[in-house]
């Protein structure tokens, strides 16, 4: 087996990967569904979400942070002072991944 940076198999990182692919995706109905706009369900990773793509507002980031700790068990405003993970749908997706029950960032 392939180590990967950090000690990680090349296996572990394809998964981490794929997890994170899901994430985003649910991340993107979360959004579709909360601002009321189908096109949220094709926004790309690297789209910022207060950016003109997505264009949250205080409320629609309220309602995502709350679904998101009720659909994967992170707190994101609570875990993370700065907001640095909203920069993006990619750098959301990559936090909630390593931080939900059972994701990789979970120790033993």
Do not use: C, H, K, Y
Not at 12 to 32: C, V, Y
Not at 44 to 73: C, K, M, N, W, Y
């Amino acid at each position: 087996m392939t180590a990967a940076p950090g000690g990680a198999s090349s296996a572990d990182a394809r998964s981490a990967d794929a997890a994170t692919t899901l994430i985003a995706d649910e991340i993107r109905r979360i959004l579709a569904a909360a601002t009321g706009r189908a096109e949220m369900l094709d926004i790309p990773a690297d789209a910022p979400l207060f950016g003109q793509a997505v264009a949250l507002d205080s409320l629609t980031g309220t309602l995502l942070l709350r679904e998101i700790r009720e659909r994967f068990g992170v707190d994101v405003a609570g875990e993370d002072l700065n907001l640095d993970a909203l920069a993006t749908l990619g750098t959301l997706a990559a936090f909630v991944g390593e931080r939900a029950p059972g994701g990789p960032g979970e120790a033993g």
